[in-house]
Nanobody
Framework: QVQVVESGGGLVQPGGSLRLSCAAS????????VSWYRQAPGQERELVAT????????NYANSVKGRFTISRDNAENTVYLQMNSLKPEDTAVYYC????????????WGQGTQVTVSS
């Protein structure tokens, strides 16, 4: 059974940091491109960051560039999102998304973890 599980969310003050984890089981995680998405109340889900299967390439939304870092440890089947200099507008539910293949991709979503940035 495939599971993709996020953790590490919580309440943090503006300027603070959090590290989110996305842990996978039941699949060869190292074969998957992994992205973090987020969705704030009343807004559409937006792409935050992406990392390729071997970790050699990363990409970020302009709104988080320079503050967030995506990384992965394929030996641990885990992808991380280090979030620094957090702002209230970063408040959202953060989701992990794993994808393998392009023509008929195999995809998995996690259940999400809440991040709240507030004083």
């Amino acid at each position: 059974q495939v599971q993709v599980v996020e953790s590490g969310g919580g309440l943090v003050q503006p300027g603070g940091s959090l590290r989110l984890s996305c842990a996978a089981s039941g699949l060869t995680f190292s074969s998957y491109i992994v992205s973090w998405y987020r969705q704030a109340p009343g807004q559409e889900r937006e792409l935050v960051a992406t990392i390729t299967s071997a970790g050699g390439y990363t990409n970020y939304a302009n709104s988080v560039k320079g503050r967030f870092t995506i990384s992965r440890d394929n030996a641990e089947n885990t992808v991380y999102l280090q979030m620094n200099s957090l702002k209230p507008e970063d408040t959202a539910v953060y989701y992990c998304y794993a994808r393998r293949g392009s023509l008929q991709p195999v995809t998995y979503w996690g259940q999400g973890t809440q991040v709240t940035v507030s004083s």
